[in-house]
């Protein structure tokens, strides 16, 4: 379904429509990109749009373009010192970073991700921040406090500077916002018709304390699963704007950093968590799926006290889909004591993203490696992994 | 959730299964005609509810499943062709032809588009008259008023550059090919409630009549299905048939004349080969002579021999519920929703891949 003669696809119901009613630097941010204060601070797209109104190749051709794009756009966007050295790497001081505990005992984790989401600007976030929060979310899962990212742009020959701007930005502003700088970079174009736009990666880099242990192994027997939010916010909203499919709702991403959330969790409960997980890609049922494997235990949930908005269930409805199986981006499943779980919750729910938590299910001893779900009207099924994407159905 | 709460409610949905216990004296096979039901049947755990006299056996009614699959070859032929916009609802994308798919066309760099409406279809041939748009025309009685929609609309805009590649099917002649063949064992009939919303159910009442058994046009959420099994129960305990209605709130016994008329309009009845069955005489809606310029199958005439179907596949004993999916030899083995041998495994809503799905390999 691509068209490689609208690069970017730029303007769907969350973007403006006339790119010359929101110029970036002019003070407002675009509706959906991020909130009005992403560009506080009068920052401007240092790049002359005159001049450049579209990458070329040459952006990512080492030259003086290419100087231009990084000196010029993400250096002053991404604003640190560490970026700032401009040297072939980052280079980070561990001390500084392990604070008054010190380093001893403590690990490191290390997280990479590629965000290739399209359209690039969808209902509550876009693919700037997504790229923020996904890979701060993965280091987070690890048990670990993420403290520097790098950004790898691939652009597409022809992309709207513009439109780089406002996802850089959306991105500067989900950094800040994390505290995680954005420390190391690199750029390179693509032909014309080569990409959707642009595709971001993102490497994350963290450290878990000493004494924090969580892995997918560790759950066992008797455990509660708890989770911050309802869920399937994300795969819903980013349906809604799909070219060609699009349907009116007001549901937005749920993209969202939650390593604050997961660090209290593990000051708070300690050894007490015994295993995080984001659920996205292949949602709720494919990241427990995943636990019950690994760890050789079963999981059961009860389809009643699944946390689903209204807006979101409708639209599974209509579309066929098991919101089970839908993309999360501001989830976090943690597999629990049971004896700790309401704290589990509680500590959750003090978190602006985890307002929603609630336990949705238990550890088992039976049925190793599969998860099992009761029906509303008291039924059972299995609930297994997805072979392949879900499609919306016939009829 | 307004609507539909009600009906996937616990306690009600015991209190129909009480119900059901204290009813049942002797075993009984009953079919619930459509793939949606089966769907919920399986999710919802229906069939474990269930007193063990009591057998579902699961429809023809998946109208993914049943189309031939010469028919999703010609589907891949035309999609490969570098004029056509290949238009289609998201779940025939995936369904292996006997060498490709129409995802594996998309990636080949086929013109390949999922659309929620066939109008969507047609929108796509307005602005871009320098393509031919094609949309893969499937389903039963309940999507075929939209497709007679989207043909009619396109003849009134004198489009050249839309046609639908058609495989429409029709519930009373598979439900009669089903009760006539001698290893019949259905004896009551779930009927699939939004086939009949268009086409209401005067015309099941010669079929029961003639069968003399009982079918009940029934709803998809769970408590419809328990209803509907109930009052099917309760007339063969009763030694009585006919056609009963569950589904009230959106079955009459007229069902919806405007989606009827244009039926007739648009489409003629024609025989028809279900995969995994056969040809059934009757069971199938071609476009009428003179619309032909918008049968695709017409436009791109096939090419290749007509395919053979896996011999180790007993999708035929599956759809006329002679057997159940885990009977097979190939179940979850061979044959996987990733890897299907043959039809029931294919869609969401084919019992094989249902019982796959759902964990019911025991």
Known sequence: MSDPTRPGRPTQQTAPNDPETVRPGEGAAPASAAPASSLAGGLVCPIPLSEYPTVQLAHGGGGRLSQKLIEGMFVPAFDNPTLAALGDGAVLALEELAGAGGLAGSRLALSTDSFVVRPLFFPGGDIGSLAVHGTVNDVAMCGARPFAISAGFILEEGFSMEELWRVVSSMRQAAADAGVPVVTGDTKVVDRGKGDGVYINTTGLGLVPAGVDVAPHRARPGDVVVINGPIAEHGIAIMSVREGLEFDTAVETDSAALHRLVADLLETLGPAVHALRDPTRGGLASALNEIAGQAGVGVRLDERSLPIAEQVRGACEILGFDPLYVANEGKCLAIVDRERAGEAVEVMARHPEGRGATVVGEVVGEHAGRVVLRSGIGGERVVDMLSGEQLPRIC | ?362
Request: hydrophobic content about 40%; glycine content about 8%; proline content about 8%.
């Open chain 2, 1 to 362: 959730m307004k609507y539909v709460d009600e009906y996937r409610d616990e306690a009600a949905a015991r209190a129909v299964v009480d119900a059901i216990r204290r009813l049942v004296r002797r075993p009984w096979t009953l079919m619930e005609i459509c793939g949606g039901q089966t769907h919920t049947v399986i999710k919802s755990g229906i069939d474990r509810l269930l007193p063990e006299e009591v057998i579902l056996v699961h429809g023809p009614g998946c109208p993914v499943c049943v189309t031939p699959l010469e028919l999703i070859d010609r589907a891949v032929e035309i999609a490969r062709r570098p004029e056509v916009i290949f238009t289609s609802f998201g779940d025939m994308l995936r369904v292996p032809g006997s060498a490709s798919d129409l995802l594996a066309v998309k990636s080949e760099g086929g013109d390949v588009r999922m659309v929620y409406s066939p109008l969507d279809a047609v929108t796509l041939a307005e602005r871009h008259p320098e393509r031919h748009v094609v949309f893969f025309a499937v389903g039963f009685e309940t999507t075929a008023p939209a497709n007679a929609m989207a043909v009619w609309k396109a003849h009134q805009l004198g489009l050249e550059n839309f046609s639908i590649l058609s495989s429409h099917v029709l519930v009373p002649p598979a439900m009669e090919a089903i009760l006539s063949a001698p290893d019949n064992r259905v004896q009551g009939f779930l009927a699939a409630g939004h086939v009949c919303a268009v086409m209401g159910y005067w015309e099941y009442e010669p079929i029961s009549a003639r069968y003399r058994l009982p079918i009940t046009v029934t709803g998809f959420e769970p408590l419809d299905l328990l209803q509907g099994t109930y009052m099917t129960l309760r007339a063969l305990e009763e030694n009585r048939w006919g056609v009963e209605n569950q589904y009230k709130r959106a079955v009459t016994r007229e069902g919806n004349r405007p989606a009827q008329d244009l039926l007739g309009k648009v489409f003629e009845v024609c025989d028809r080969p279900w995969r995994g069955i056969g040809v059934i005489p009757g069971s199938g809606l071609a476009l009428k002579p003179e619309l032909a310029a918008f049968d695709a199958a017409r436009r791109f005439p096939a090419t290749g021999p007509p395919p053979e179907e896996p011999a180790e596949c007993i999708a035929g004993e599956i759809l006329r519920g002679l057997k159940k999916p885990h009977e097979c030899s190939a179940f979850g083995g061979r044959c996987t929703p990733e890897r299907p041998l043959g039809a029931p495994m294919v869609s969401s809503e084919g019992a094989c891949a249902a019982y796959h799905r759902y964990g019911r390999t025991l």
